[in-house]
């Protein structure tokens, strides 16, 4: 898809990956809608930057675990812009629980994970797609992670969400291919940004270094990086759907 004067909706925006990602489509053309559940200021750090670099964009606020709220948001990217052409789900949350303590993985953890990694890019799926059917197309990006096809990451909930994400992805892509939408995920490893440096904590340094020593490339990822392959699957092959791909400088090998 070429972006120039297409419209798009990346959900949790208001940094890191989201952030980038709002960016670079905004670069390349498309005219985006920024989201955030917490951070107005973070959403309007990622406005002002589209804006400054002659880029249209708005900031909203929706939590996309509420259904009701997913649905607002999509209304209010059409009223904005008057259609939606691309989604980006890319919200998300966790909480570090080691994965041997089972009995600190509470329900009120289970919830909120799964509720934001997993239904919230259902809901907007559902609530994007008669735009898309509108458009005759669209283009589905879930941000997943190799917690999801590993058994590395930052709790057992966390894990389980984004497995739940790799195989929504590839159902969706089977089920809305008839409207030639496609549906295609990017599985990050571990990503150098406030995210990890928060939850690691003190001992964020030691995580990056062994996560550099254990690929092959003996790199991490960064926001940038993981934002340049969300807008390749979206600006690449129209025949490119329900992939899971990783991007992880082979740490996953």
Known sequence: ?????????????????????????????????????????????????IREAGGEAICVQADVSDEAQCQALVAAAVSEFGKLDVLVNNAGT??????????????????????TNLLG?????RAAL????????????????IAGLTTNGSSIAYCASKAGVNSMTKTLAKALGEHKVRVNAICPGLIDGK???????????????????????????????????IVSLVTGSDLVTGQVITIDGGFSL
């Open 1 to 49: 898809m070429d972006l120039k004067d297409k419209v798009a909706l990346v959900t949790g925006s208001s940094s890191g990956v989201g952030a980038e990602t709002a960016v670079q489509m905004a670069a390349l053309g498309a005219r985006v809608v920024v989201n955030y559940a917490n951070s107005k200021s973070g959403a309007e750090v990622t406005v002002a930057r």
């Open 94 to 115: 966790t909480t570090f629980v080691d994965h041997k303590a089972l009995d600190l993985l509470s329900d009120d953890i289970w919830q909120s994970t799964l509720g």
């Open 121 to 125: 890019p259902f809901y907007m799926t």
């Open 130 to 145: 008669p735009e898309f059917i509108k458009q005759g197309g669209g283009e589905v990006v879930m941000t997943s992670s």
């Open 195 to 229: 995210w990890g440096s928060e939850g690691w904590g003190e001992s964020w340094e030691d995580v990056k270094a062994f996560a550099r020593a254990a690929t092959p490339l003996n790199a991490i990822t960064t926001p940038a990086d993981i934002a340049d392959s």
